[in-house]
């Protein structure tokens, strides 16, 4: 007996600096530093009360890029300063969630990449990503269905965002994206009560003013959602921040990019700069797209490059480049 209390104190005392040096580490991660966040006026603020940005790479759609939703891949991105990263899920497009597409599958490549995550220290949005359905409420039964469970599942995870529509298009009012907002808020705040809930805006998430006019009440950790392509989306779409911001509404910049709106074309730095400067006063959080190799200008990945992992800067591309460069300024 002697021996085995002499034996399993030794074993005690060889594991504690290694369990030690695990909790240092977790620690000096971006969620061990910051912990949950929340919107406190116009503003995404940590634990702490203090003003946060996230700074994060939006996956490709998952439908077709889910190799890169690894934690090696998200490891990589984090030594460059990125602290977040989207997982954009097609609902209505081709292999879509609710169009054909693997439900059970998708739902498992999210888990994945909500894991690879936590496991970093990482923040990260499950994006409902809201294209070819232009209105939310045409799969308002799977948004719900979808939301249940994923707010279900993650209710414990401090490190999880909600991106309920992507881009409302076609004409899409405002009146009817507040009406499904209304509705998915209330299925995930069932489960979850605290997490941040982003909810896109007309017009592919550009109208954050028609949002700001008539805001969701009665709810909190609620952020607003805008997207800018800098080489079509300018100042006329700039102003509106400053503007929504004073009208008290929170704003979270959660798909961005120096090319043409189509995810192609021609870059522009000088716009993006002007973009960045706002960013910057106002502190917001942003998103590039995005994290894959497709042979577009939007790609952060350059398209040479066939690994999904052990990323360096030299694999990126000249917007993956620029934005790595952008965000942790």
């Known amino acids: 007996m002697k021996k085995l209390l002499i034996f399993l104190l030794a ?6 600096p290694v369990l030690s040096d695990s909790v240092v580490i977790q620690a000096k ?3 061990g530093q910051h912990g949950r966040l929340q919107v406190k006026g116009v503003n995404l603020v940590d634990r702490k009360g203090k003003t946060f940005r996230l700074k994060g790479f939006s996956t490709h759609g998952i439908n ?3 190799d890169y939703v690894n934690q ?6 984090k030594k460059m300063g990125i602290n977040c990263i989207r997982l954009a899920m097609y609902t209505a497009d081709y292999n879509g969630y609710c169009s054909g597409g693997d439900k059970a599958h ?4 999210i888990d994945r990449g909500v894991k690879a995550c936590k496991a970093e220290g990482m923040y990260v949005i499950i994006d409902w990503h809201i294209l070819n359905d232009c209105n939310p409420n045409t799969n308002l039964k799977d948004a719900k269905k979808f939301f249940k469970k994923m707010s279900k ?6 490190n999880v965002l909600y991106e309920i529509c992507n881009e409302p298009n076609g004409g899409t009012s405002w009146a009817d994206i507040k009406k499904y907002a209304k ?8 489960n979850d009560k605290n997490a941040i809930i982003i909810v896109g805006t007309p017009n592919w998430s550009q109208r954050i003013d028609e949002a700001a006019n008539n805001p969701i009440k009665g709810q909190k950790n609620i952020m607003y959602a805008m997207h800018f392509y800098a080489a079509t989306h300018k100042t006329d779409l700039r102003n509106l921040i400053p503007a929504a911001r004073k009208k008290g509404l929170p704003i979270f910049i959660t798909e961005s990019n120096i090319t043409e709106a189509s995810g192609n074309g021609r870059i522009d730095t000088k ?3 002007r973009w960045f400067k706002v960013i910057r006063k106002y502190k917001l959080s942003c998103v590039a797209w995005s994290f894959c190799n497709k042979d577009e200008t939007a790609s952060l990945i350059k398209p040479s490059v066939k690994k999904v992992k052990g990323f360096k800067k030299s694999n990126l591309s000249k917007t993956g480049k620029w934005y790595v460069k952008m965000l942790r300024k």
């Open 11 to 16: 074993v005690a005392i060889l594991s504690g």
């Open 29 to 31: 991660t971006p969620v």
């Open 64 to 66: 077709w890029f889910e």
């Open 72 to 77: 090696d891949a998200f490891h990589d991105l």
């Open 106 to 109: 998708l739902e498992s490549v």
């Open 153 to 158: 599942k993650y209710k414990d995870y401090n």
């Open 183 to 190: 509705k998915i808020i209330g299925v995930i705040r069932k």
């Open 271 to 273: 716009e993006g700069k």
